[in-house]
């Protein structure tokens, strides 16, 4: 009914900056929180970011305040992802979920989730 599809990953130099999107299509969707999370190899995917649909209400996981900033455009049906400031450790494949009826998009809320990107970072 809803498919989340990724982009703008890729690999980037330490301090650099990448921008993530995720575009949500097959059925319009207003009460759905947004959310980012991040899986490196052999470790569980972690909470990166949330937003709301209804409020302007963010939140982020402390490794990343100050660096990462969640946003929507509701015309477009896309969450985003800022990310500056990058570090090795945020090398990971990253993903989007939608959880429907929610505030605060965390993992067992998720009804949606895309395929995810991968992001890199060197040293």
């Known amino acids: 009914q809803v498919q989340l599809v990724e982009s703008g990953g890729g690999l980037v130099q330490a301090g650099g900056s990448l921008r993530l999107s995720c575009a949500a299509s097959g059925r319009t969707f207003n009460n759905y929180a947004m959310g980012w999370f991040r899986q490196a190899p052999g470790k569980e995917r972690e909470f990166v970011a949330s937003?709301?649909?209804?409020?302007?209400?963010?939140y982020y996981a402390d490794s990343v305040k100050g660096r990462f900033t969640i946003s929507r455009d509701n015309a477009k049906n896309t969450v985003y992802l800022q990310m500056n400031s990058l570090k090795p450790e945020d090398t990971a494949v990253y993903y989007c979920g939608a959880a429907e009826g929610y505030t605060i998009a965390v993992r067992n809320r998720i009804s949606y989730w895309g395929q995810g990107t991968q992001v890199s970072v060197s040293s």
């Open positions: 937003i709301s649909w209804s409020t302007i209400s963010t």
